[in-house]
């Protein structure tokens, strides 16, 4: 398993939850490209990502559009949206739909995570049941 973040200071963060850490900012989409490398699912968790109202519209608008169009070109064979976070309601349901039209265009597996981050509880098996979805459609 890879999780990226923008900052080193939440590499060790990453990596004590098991997973490899990357550097890589999904403003700059190139940065996180070649962390798809041997790849089978990307969970795209940026429901609660933090910017301006224009920075977020655009990370959930045509970066995750290029991100998604990326990963036609990697082993990625299925994709999870975070649809719920502190982000805007209209922006995450509209990255819903556009995960959804990409990935069904695409013949990709694909699930949208609608659990609050704020409640992991509820969260957590969401995101587990979301993954194990998308892993049996494949």
């Not at 409640?119 to 459609?137: C, F, K, N, Q």
């Amino acid at each position: 398993m890879r999780g990226t973040t923008r900052t080193s200071g939440r590499l060790r963060m990453i990596e004590a939850a098991g997973a490899e850490a990357v550097i890589g900012d999904p403003d700059r989409v190139a940065t996180i490209a070649g962390s798809l490398e041997r790849v089978t699912l990307v969970c795209v968790l940026l429901g609660s990502a933090a910017g301006s109202w224009e920075q977020i519209s655009a990370l959930h608008g045509p970066r995750l559009e290029m991100l998604l169009t990326r990963m036609l070109d990697s082993t990625v064979r299925g994709v999870v949206y975070e649809a719920a976070g502190s982000v805007d309601r209209e922006v995450l349901r509209a990255g819903a739909e556009r995960v959804s039209r990409f990935c069904e265009r695409s013949m990709i597996p694909h699930a949208i995570l609608a659990a609050d981050p704020a409640d992991h509880g509820l969260w957590l098996p969401a995101a587990v049941e979301a993954v194990e979805r998308v892993i049996a459609t494949r």
